[in-house]
């Protein structure tokens, strides 16, 4: 047999709205079966027979894993993976791969677009064009908000927050980070807790992952300590900002003003957070050009075919860099 028929014959489960271009290449490569969603009520007795790779968006629970007795590998499609159980993963010798880099520097650029809009309120300028304001109200009003002589504070100082930190040093803005360690070779302040990187900024860009040990990191404390003046992008993930005590604060003038792309229940973005005129909000588009899309789909395939014909894994997160390959 040879090596593409080997593959052939390897099923890969696929929950529904996946990528069509990562679809595309599994359908020539691997025997693609689809399933609605992530359910383990949903697993057949033939793909607990045959399913030995999960190509997914979507969160894998333990519960999905056990009922997949055959299953080695789950390339999750992102470089976040707080919604993958990879602790049950390790314990059960499955590898998790993710995608990172390749979407890093697409992340970052929004990053720098979403707190450029923050600050200067351009999506409500655009508006008072296109609405015709501004032939018939005169000039927009100036911004009560400017980069110029802001201190930036990165909280996930990993690929994405490095790179975010390479565009800020060429405004000429100062930056600190908090990370879980300091970060060897790189010069930029490091302070030891979150609060104390908001007290010394009034800047703070989150580039943090999910997960228990950042669930609502950004809370009321933190957002008093970055001030009246301050400013809050997140970039990261939802579930590090309790959203609640975020909209309380633009509210009430604690800080000045937030850009989010990300949100503890998307598509759901709380009515509070809505109804805000101190807030620019996205639809959780970091990555989401067809160029950086089409390069994580390869990479979540390519790590699918490198585990399945070389028996290795490209992007391995770090929990399940341990589990081999079953002989």
């Known amino acids: 047999m040879t090596k593409a028929e080997q593959l052939g014959?390897?099923?890969i489960l696929v929950p529904a709205d996946f990528s069509d271009h990562a679809v595309a290449r599994i359908d020539r490569t691997f025997n693609r079966i689809g399933i609605e969603r992530a359910d383990p009520a949903l697993v057949?007795?033939?793909?607990?027979?045959?399913?030995?790779?999960?190509?997914?968006?979507?969160?894998?629970?333990?519960?999905?894993?056990?009922?997949?007795?055959k299953l080695e590998l789950i390339a999750s499609f992102g470089v976040g993976y707080d919604s993958v159980d990879v602790g049950h993963?390790?314990?059960?010798?499955?590898?998790?791969?993710?995608?990172?880099?390749?979407l890093t520097e697409e992340v970052a650029d929004t990053a720098i677009g979403l707190l450029?809009?923050?600050?200067?309120?351009?999506?409500?300028?655009?508006?008072?064009?296109?609405?015709?304001?501004?032939?018939?109200?005169g000039?927009?009003?100036?911004?009560?908000?400017?980069?110029?002589?802001?201190?930036?504070?990165?909280?996930?100082?990993?690929?994405?927050?490095?790179?975010i930190a390479r565009r800020?040093?060429?405004?000429?803005?100062?930056i600190a980070y908090h990370n879980r360690r300091r970060v060897e070779g790189l010069s930029y302040q490091y302070h030891d807790t979150l609060k104390g990187l908001a007290e010394a900024v009034d800047t703070l860009i989150s580039v943090a992952p999910g997960g228990a040990s950042t669930q609502k990191a950004v809370n009321a404390e933190?957002?008093?300590?970055?001030?009246a003046n301050g400013v809050f992008v997140n970039i990261g993930r939802g579930s590090t900002v309790d959203e609640a005590a975020l909209a309380a604060a633009l509210a009430d003038g604690t800080i000045a003003a937030a850009g989010l792309d990300v949100f503890a229940d998307e598509p759901n973005v709380?009515?509070?957070?809505?109804?805000?005129?101190?807030?620019?909000?996205?639809?959780?588009?970091?990555?989401?050009?067809?160029?950086?899309?089409?390069?994580m789909a390869d990479l979540c395939v390519d790590n699918l075919v490198s585990w399945f014909s070389d028996r290795r894994p490209l992007t391995p997160v770090p929990e399940t860099a341990h589990v081999k390959a079953r002989p």
Do not use: C
């Open 270 to 295: 709380p009515k509070a957070l809505l109804g805000l005129p101190n807030a620019s909000l996205l639809p959780h588009v970091g990555s989401a050009s067809e160029h950086t899309r089409r390069a």
């Open 139 to 163: 000039n927009y009003p100036l911004s009560r908000l400017t980069l110029r002589a802001r201190r930036v504070g990165i909280f996930g100082m990993g690929r994405i927050g490095q790179a």
């Open 9 to 11: 014959a390897v099923a």
């Open 222 to 227: 933190i957002l008093s300590a970055l001030g």
């Open 168 to 174: 800020l040093e060429a405004f000429g803005l100062p």
């Open 116 to 137: 450029i809009n923050t600050v200067r309120d351009l999506p409500r300028a655009e508006t008072w064009l296109r609405d015709g304001s501004w032939a018939k109200k």
């Open 89 to 102: 993963a390790a314990a059960k010798n499955i590898m998790v791969t993710n995608t990172p880099d390749v």
């Open 44 to 69: 057949t007795d033939e793909m607990r027979r045959a399913v030995r790779g999960i190509a997914s968006f979507a969160g894998i629970s333990a519960a999905m894993m056990d009922a997949l007795p």
